[in-house]
C-alpha cells in the first residue's frame, strides 16, 4: 500500500493568482498523477508525472496552466496557475501499485 | 470514444438489504474495471477489481461481477450498514497504457438507512 499526504488540505484564492499544491507518497514511486474533481462530478486526469522527465498532459490540460515539478520518486507539486473560478476544484494526486491505486486527501481549492 | 458510465446518480436502502450498482461501458472493451469508494472530503479507495476473464470476484461483503455479453459491472454490497454510505465510483484505465491512469465513471452515491 501507499500513504499519500498532500498540502494545504484546503486554500481560498484569487483570480489571478497561482497556487502550488505539494503530494508526498510514503514509498518510492515511478509515476504519479494528478487528478481533477470539480464539484459534484468524477474524477478526471490532468497528467502523468514520472520523475525525470516532463510530465504528459491529457486532453484539455496544457502545462502552461497546470505545470507539474516531479523533482524525485517520493515528491511532485501541481501549481495551478492564473487562477480562474473555473478552477474551482478538489485536486488529488494518487500513485499506482499493480493495479491499485491510492489517492490523496486532495486539495480543496476555492477561486473568488 | 471510451464511455464508462454508472446508471443511478443516487440509490436509498434499508440496511440490511444488498445495495446493487451498475457500471456500463461503451466503445471499448476494457482488461479489467476497478471500484472505488470515496467518502465526503476523502480520495477515492480501492475495494475490488474484476478482470475480463473473471466473472464475479467477492471481498468480504462486497460482490463485483463483469459481463463482457452486456458491457457491464454490477457491485454488491450484501447485509448493508448506514457505514456502507458513500459515493461508489467504478473506473478504467485509459486505453491500453499504464495502469495508472484511470477514467472514472460519475459515481453513485448510496445511502443505507438505519
Known amino acids: 500500500s501507499a500513504v499519500i499526504s498532500q498540502k494545504p488540505s484546503r486554500d481560498i484564492c484569487q483570480r489571478g493568482t497561482s497556487l502550488t499544491i505539494q503530494c508526498q507518497v510514503d514509498s518510492q514511486v515511478t509515476m504519479m498523477f494528478w487528478y481533477r474533481q470539480q464539484p459534484g462530478q468524477s474524477l478526471t486526469l490532468i497528467a502523468t508525472?514520472?520523475?525525470?522527465?516532463?510530465?504528459?498532459?491529457e486532453s484539455g490540460f496544457v502545462i502552461d496552466k497546470f505545470p507539474i515539478s516531479r523533482p524525485n520518486l517520493t515528491f511532485s507539486t501541481l501549481t495551478v496557475s492564473n487562477m480562474s473560478p473555473e478552477d474551482s476544484s478538489i485536486y488529488l494526486c494518487s500513485v499506482g501499485l499493480t493495479y491499485e491505486q491510492y489517492f490523496g486527501p486532495g486539495t480543496r481549492l476555492t477561486v473568488t | 470514444s471510451q464511455k464508462i458510465e454508472q446508471n443511478s446518480e443516487a440509490l436509498n436502502i434499508q440496511e440490511g438489504k444488498t445495495a446493487t450498482l451498475t457500471c456500463n461501458y461503451t466503445n471499448y472493451s476494457p482488461a479489467y474495471l476497478q471500484w472505488y469508494r470515496q467518502d465526503p472530503g476523502r480520495g477515492p479507495v480501492f475495494l475490488l477489481l474484476i478482470r475480463e476473464n473473471e466473472k464475479e470476484k467477492r471481498k468480504e461483503r462486497l460482490k463485483v461481477t463483469f459481463d463482457t455479453t452486456l458491457k457491464q459491472s454490477l457491485f454488491h454490497i450484501t447485509a448493508s450498514q448506514p457505514a456502507d454510505s458513500a459515493t461508489y465510483l467504478c473506473a478504467n484505465k485509459i486505453g491500453g497504457t499504464s495502469y495508472g491512469k484511470l477514467t472514472f465513471g460519475q459515481g453513485t452515491i448510496l445511502t443505507v438507512h438505519p
Open positions: 508525472a514520472n520523475q525525470g522527465s516532463e510530465a504528459t498532459y
